[in-house]
């Protein structure tokens, strides 16, 4: 049995939208890590040599590979991209149905990778591996990682690094800006078919309305409202939320400089990359709500044929995107609190937890895990009253809604992870993982796929760093 089930939608797509080429194989392709449940969970059959087939040495049976174009605004600049380092090897076919992308992440070069030389290294594959995983375990949408293997290549970045290519599997790999790529090139064809192809695999209730161009800008507004609340949730700093880096799937893509706050501070940048702090923890809806302004604008004619009806109505629905990120964000933060009832002051409540945390320098993940557990604050002993205030409001608060502590309790322990993956862990584990140890991912692995029931070996994921382990900036790795 062939390993995929292979059914590539995108390949019959105007042939505009990506380039058809194979991804270069590399000199000793070794399987570093495999993700068995992910590999059952889509239905996978046995492979002979899955590092080969992973690696691109050899191609599975039924592949069309293609590296995509897109385009995209980085840091605000517009930019013609494409999968310039990334090849799609096809569309798998789950057994339940399910379509996914299978992608090689590191697989050579492509005629969109202009300077690059179309690689990745092993250390931000497996930190993408490890944090996607993280965040499917946390309950947030994200493309995910079936392996990595080490390619027996090195890339020359500001050092010289072990080669690897990652696998990811994805809904799709449709950006916001793949839109903005037919777009700009004025190709009203791509563009259409583009539309209905994405409509398809993911928002198929828009092919049924009047006009299908908004119905689809609404359902990623709908959906991207949902993800961003959820990383506000988790305190998950994506940290290159460029348009080409914004998916219509809803999921979250590109594991680059992300990362997890640790004290909660709204201000939290990480990327070295991001000098201004354009995509600090608390800008992330406005950013989110500025690419959607793009995915809008590239959609316009297809809104309608006028160009002024056309913006109006594009502007109408964009313009709902605050009120649905708040009514998202307050029900992530009432589901961390125990509520289970929407009251007027809910977001008072909240903020006043968040900046009581914020004042104190209090974990955030251990704060609210802490408050789920009866626990006393992460925080100086000294520090411990400035709570007192947020604990009153929110005790009277469930007894106005009648909910009794314990069960209150039980409801946030499934709402507020124990475990997320921490910088200065993540940099511990690919620091060993480069020695060739991969016992500390391995273990670190283990405790961030299930974040919500710590065992207690997992007591070391649990803490935030000491001053010496904090890591201050995160790379891309490029
Ligand atoms: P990213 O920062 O990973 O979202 O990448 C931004 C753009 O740069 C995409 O078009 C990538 O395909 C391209 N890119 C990143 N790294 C490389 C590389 N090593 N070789 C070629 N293209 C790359
Ligand atoms: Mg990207």
Known sequence: MAPFRFDTSYARLPEALFARVAPTPVRAPRLVIFNQGLAA?????????????????????????????????????FTMLGDGRAVLLGEHV????????????GAGRTPFSRMGDGRAALGPMLREYLVSEAMHALGVS???????????????????????????????????????????????????????????RHAPEAAE????????????????????????????????????????????IDYGPCAFMDAFEPMTVFSSIDRQGRYAYANQPVIAHWNL??????????IDPDETAAIDMANAAVQRFPALFEAEWLAQFRAKLGLATAEEGDRALVEMLLSVMRDTGCDMTGGFRALAEGAAWPVDAADQAAFAGFEAAWAARLAREGTALPDARARMLAA???????????EQALAAAGEGDMGPFERLLAAVTRPYAPRPEDAPFRSPPLPHERVLATFCGT
């Open 416 to 426: 507020n992870p124990a475990i997320i993956p921490r910088n200065h862990r993540v």
């Open 142 to 200: 994200t493309t995910r990682s079936l392996a990595v293997v080490a390619t027996g290549e090195p890339v020359v970045r500001e050092e010289v690094l072990p080669g690897a290519v990652l696998t990811r599997v994805a809904a799709s790999h449709i950006r916001v800006g793949t839109f903005q790529f037919a777009a700009a090139k004025r190709d009203r064809e791509a563009l259409a078919a583009l539309l209905a192809h994405t409509i398809a």
């Open 41 to 77: 969970e889509l239905g996978l059959g046995a492979a002979e040599d899955w590092a080969a087939l992973l690696a691109g040495n050899r191609l599975p049976e039924g592949a069309t590979p293609l590296a995509q174009a897109y385009a995209g605004h980085q840091f605000g600049h």
């Open 293 to 302: 302004v793009r995915l809008a604008e590239a959609l316009l004619p297809l």
């Open 94 to 105: 789950a057994p339940d149905g399910r379509r996914v992308d299978i992608q090689l992440k």
């Open 209 to 252: 309305a009047e006009r299908p161009a908004l119905a689809l800008l609404e359902a990623t507004s709908r959906k991207q409202a949902a993800l961003v609340a959820r990383w506000m949730g988790v305190g998950f700093i994506h940290g290159v939320m460029n348009t080409d880096n914004m998916t219509l799937s809803g999921e979250t």
